[in-house]
T-cell receptor, first 113, second 112 residues
Framework: AQSVAQPEDQVNVAEGNPLTVKCTYS??????LFWYVQYPNRGLQFLLK????DNLVKGSYGFEAEFNKSQTSFHLKKPSALVSDSALYFC???????????WGAGTKLIIKP | DAGVTQSPTHLIKTRGQQVTLRCSPK?????VSWYQQALGQGPQFIFQ???????QRGNFPDRFSGHQFPNYSSELNVNALLLGDSALYLC???????????FGQGTRLTVV
């Protein structure tokens, strides 16, 4: 069965420090990989995606993600966290032969001043 | 350019009733997907519409149905509402062939 795991319910980081939000997946083939962010009572905002090519993908608001095929991971990173980055982050995967996005359960990111 | 718009933003219904949620895709987008997001969980795919046809369906009962109109807008209908249908319903649109989905702010449905 296809699945996405975000092993941490919550990640706490001090402002200015680097952050990592983890994601691993179990989807056959070479899937498309995505990160979205959700603020309270809001929809989902696209951050970045991996389709093919360079394993390091750069996205919105200074975020980047590293694709690792052997570990089937797609971790979200940012070199220096801001308080305004505090939100709920979702990893999503889509098989190339499919149209549906499969989502992780989300990781709450808390950036402390 | 308006993004994806959904209506209404909030809705309260009684068990057994029927509900219709509406979505207008982003300009230039012809594909619409619907997702259900229960509290504290990731979204679950309900179905996707393209060219007014349901192209793919997730693991949801037949009580969930949809429609896409010639202007690409879409409706999600849920019949015989259950308490467990209470959730945030998200609409996403994308242009054909594009992998990226743009989401609306969602409709919060509460079934009492």
């Amino acid at each position: 069965a296809q699945s996405v795991a975000q092993p941490e319910d919550q990640v706490n980081v001090a402002e200015g420090n680097p952050l990592t939000v983890k994601c691993t997946y179990s989807v056959s083939g070479n899937p498309y990989l995505f990160w979205y962010v959700q603020y309270p009572n809001r929809g989902l905002q696209f951050l970045l995606k991996y389709i093919t090519g360079d394993n390091l993908v750069k996205g919105s608001y200074g975020f980047e993600a590293e694709f690792n095929k052997s570990q089937t991971s797609f971790h979200l990173k940012k070199p220096s966290a801001l308080v305004s980055d505090s939100a709920l982050y979702f990893c999503a995967v889509r098989a190339r032969s499919n149209y549906q996005l499969i989502w992780g359960a989300g990781t709450k990111l808390i950036i402390k001043p | 350019d308006a993004g994806v718009t959904q209506s209404p933003t909030h809705l309260i219904k009684t068990r057994g009733q029927q509900v219709t949620l509406r979505c207008s895709p982003k300009s230039g987008h012809d594909t619409v997907s619907w997702y259900q997001q229960a509290l504290g969980q990731g979204p679950q795919f309900i179905f996707q519409y393209y060219e007014e046809e349901e192209r793919q369906r997730g693991n949801f009962p037949d009580r969930f149905s949809g429609h896409q109109f010639p202007n690409y807008s879409s409706e999600l209908n849920v019949n015989a509402l259950l308490l467990g249908d209470s959730a945030l319903y998200l609409c996403a649109s994308s242009p054909m062939g594009n992998t990226e989905a743009f989401f609306g702010q969602g409709t919060r449905l509460t079934v009492v």
